[in-house]
């Protein structure tokens, strides 16, 4: 196991409560990785350095220290310029990881699919080619461990050319596995998708498996349990069905190269109906999560579509202040426990609900030889009524806005 020591910056007149819980979840990150935190330091500054980022005085404190706890690494809460990394690394004489460099750490360890695997050495070339020069050879860096781990590792002693040459090679690989989607979308078009969205940890894949009734997500009490989407069908209430979509997990100053790179996992969620955004409502001041992954959808256009606000974990908040506080503050909200199946009946209704909004009516007239366009019809739509007349079926139906649009006006009424 690496030691590493944690550290994170409190500006002055900043909320040092958010610095600890920031770093909290830092340790917990760093935990994810492989480390054992044996310190976490917060430094009170007025202003960042721009060349030591903690000031060349902390730097040198910090190094002792790292000397006499025998640690392997610093990690860093904030993301660090390589002119940063390298200056610390010269005074520390320790490798130093910032928060980005560790959740791709992180997500290049979980990868398993191609598609997560390609989108993961992306985002991690990316992240590398501003730091690839002549000065890394300060620091041995084929000493492997936490920040230089995953498909991105190879990559390390080419050129910058090489590495530029990859990144496009693999956009291209990206690109057809985006459009192979696609036309597995297109397949499924006409059935109501719903996709879910939150905090990493929430619950989300245990959602799934709950609705699905089908367990086949992976669920782990760990950060990014999830890389790849998955999608299954549910039953909801009088015979409706949807698809639903489980995604990867987002967190607080998510690198945006893998969000970036993360794009065509997350292409299901950005092209559903709905989302179900779940929160862990038994985390103390879950409303800072909610508001991350609210910026998030935000960068990813998504702040628009129709959400239902799920409050997860409920079974956890047994104090019942808690509880009416939580109701009050988001009264859309809905209670659910993904363990034991609380709520769960009730978040069916709400998405049925939703699907229903988002079906329109419609009357046809469609003559008997179209038997193509009729047995389409019967198979997105809900069929009201039905009756033959002549060498026509006059329909009366309901169907998808976007199954509605594909009908001709010849056979509308
Ligand atoms: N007590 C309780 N635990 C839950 C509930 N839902 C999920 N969990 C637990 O929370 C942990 C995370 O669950 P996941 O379903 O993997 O969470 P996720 O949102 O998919 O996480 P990522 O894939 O990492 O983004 C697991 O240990 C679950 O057993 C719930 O309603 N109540
Ligand atoms: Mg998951």
Request: with cysteine.
């Amino acid at each position: 196991m690496e030691k590493a020591i944690i550290i994170g910056v409190n500006l002055l007149h900043a909320d040092r409560r958010e610095v600890e819980e920031s770093l909290d979840e830092l340790a917990l990150l760093a935990e994810t990785a492989g480390a054992q935190v044996v310190r976490r330091v917060v430094q009170e500054r007025g202003r960042l350095d721009p060349a030591f980022y903690i000031g060349q005085g902390k730097a040198s404190h910090l190094a002792s220290e790292a000397e006499s706890l025998n640690v392997d690494l610093i990690i860093f809460d904030d993301d660090l310029s390589p002119a940063q990394v390298r200056n610390l690394e010269r005074v520390t004489k320790v490798k130093i990881v910032d928060r980005s460099g560790l959740i791709l750490d992180i997500f290049a360890r979980r990868a398993r699919s191609k598609e997560a695997k390609i989108q993961v050495e992306l985002a991690q070339l990316q992240y590398l080619l501003p730091r690839l020069t002549r000065q890394w050879s300060h620091l041995s860096r084929q000493v492997g461990g936490i920040g230089v781990r995953g498909p991105g590792e190879t990559q390390l002693e080419v050129d910058r050319r090489q590495v530029q040459n990859r990144i496009t090679n693999l956009r291209r690989a990206l690109n057809r596995i985006e459009k192979s989607r696609k036309t597995q979308r297109k397949r499924r078009s006409s059935m109501f998708r719903v996709a879910l969205v939150g905090y990493t940890n929430s619950g989300k894949s245990t959602l799934l498996n709950r609705l699905s009734e089908v367990p086949s997500a992976y669920v782990g009490n760990r950060l990014f349990a999830t890389l790849d989407p998955m999608t299954r069908v549910i039953d909801l209430s009088s015979h409706q069905r949807a698809l639903l979509t489980d995604t990867v997990g987002f967190i607080k100053k998510l690198p945006p190269h893998l969000i970036a790179s993360f794009h065509s996992t997350l292409e299901e969620a950005v092209e559903s109906d709905v989302l179900l955004h779940v929160v862990d409502a038994f985390r103390p001041r879950f409303e800072e999560q909610i508001i991350t992954v609210e910026n998030i959808l935000d960068g990813l256009q998504m702040a628009e579509k129709p959400t239902i606000l799920v409050l997860n974990k409920s079974d956890l908040v047994t104090n019942l202040k808690s509880l009416s506080r939580i109701q009050e503050r988001y009264p859309g909200g809905i209670f659910t426990s993904a363990l034991n199946g609380w709520g769960i009946d009730k978040l069916r209704g709400a998405i049925t609900g939703l699907l229903r909004q988002h079906r329109v009516e419609v009357r046809l007239r469609i003559p008997l030889r179209e038997t193509q366009l009729l047995s389409w019809v019967h198979r997105v739509g809900d069929i009201l009524s039905e009756v033959c007349q002549d060498n026509e079926v006059l329909i009366q139906a309901h169907l998808n806005q976007r199954d509605a649009n594909k009908l001709s006006e010849a056979v509308r009424v």
